[in-house]
């Protein structure tokens, strides 16, 4: 008796849904986009991007920037994780001249920038303030084998962008080594993907504009960094002098040409936004762009490029 043998059928491949996560971390938004990974992977995201942060604000006293900046000169004892953020804020401090200076923090104070954008901005008021150069990165050493790192004693770090845009790449990276098919990182802005994106195709980033605070154009990244920088946001007064965050590393003051916004694609989030300061500080500047692009947008509504953007 013949027997019917019924077909085999191959399961349909579907693309990995996407999982997400939005939340409140170093003063900012953050956003994580994972697919292939289950929601243990989002926790770990968050605790990872809050542990950064307890290790590298300088708002909190206990924080390896915080005892560093007090150290007055003395070698400090700090996690790995401190160790591979002062390379590499070192490392783009060399590579753009100066322009990226993670050393402005007693420029930062001088101008009032002594808290949260928040509580600084509600303060306002004050006397007059007076600006003060950053001293740059010449003698910060560091030891990566023992994880130590010795500061100047006239040297005080801040962070800042870069150690967001290192936040983005870090936790990244410990998304893929825990088992994720691809994953996004946005720190404020400074965002990192990597690996699958959720179409299979292309992570695609929109940039928005932030002079109109709507989409300016987007790029499309199978791996990379991005970040924008721009003089509109965090702005407040003293002495009813206005400021903005990008400084001037030469004269501590708040940079005063029409540039207004600027937007790097680059290998990572920690060297975008430490490229993006530089159209601020040297509008003019070119070379550090060899590997990067560049999207300056200026406060008469029109824009320029450095490199083939968004390439």
Known sequence: MSQVLSPVLSPVQLAPRPAHLAFRAMSTDVTVTVVGADLDALDWARSRVCELEQRWSRFLPDSDIGRLNRAQGSAVQVHADTVTAVRAACAAWLVTDGCF??????????????????????????????????????????????????????????????????????????LLERGADGALVSVGGDLRVAGTPPNGDAWVIEIEDPRTEQPLTSVSLSSGGVATSTTLRRRWRSGQRPHHHLLA????????????????????????DALSKVPFVDPDRRDCFQYASCLVMYADGTSSTVGTFPA
């Open 101 to 174: 200076d993670p050393t402005v923090h007693d420029s930062l104070l001088r101008l009032g920038y002594d808290d949260t954008i928040e509580v600084v901005r509600e303060r306002g008021g004050g006397s007059p303030a007076v600006s003060l150069p950053a001293p740059g990165c010449a003698g910060i050493e560091f030891d990566e084998t023992r994880s130590v790192v010795r500061l100047p004693a006239h040297v005080r770090l801040d962070l800042g962008g870069i150690g967001k845009g290192l936040a983005a790449d870090l936790t990244v990276t410990g």
């Open 249 to 272: 590393p030469t004269t501590g003051a708040s940079t005063t040409n029409d540039v207004v916004g600027a937007t790097v694609v680059a290998d990572t989030a920690a060297w975008a």
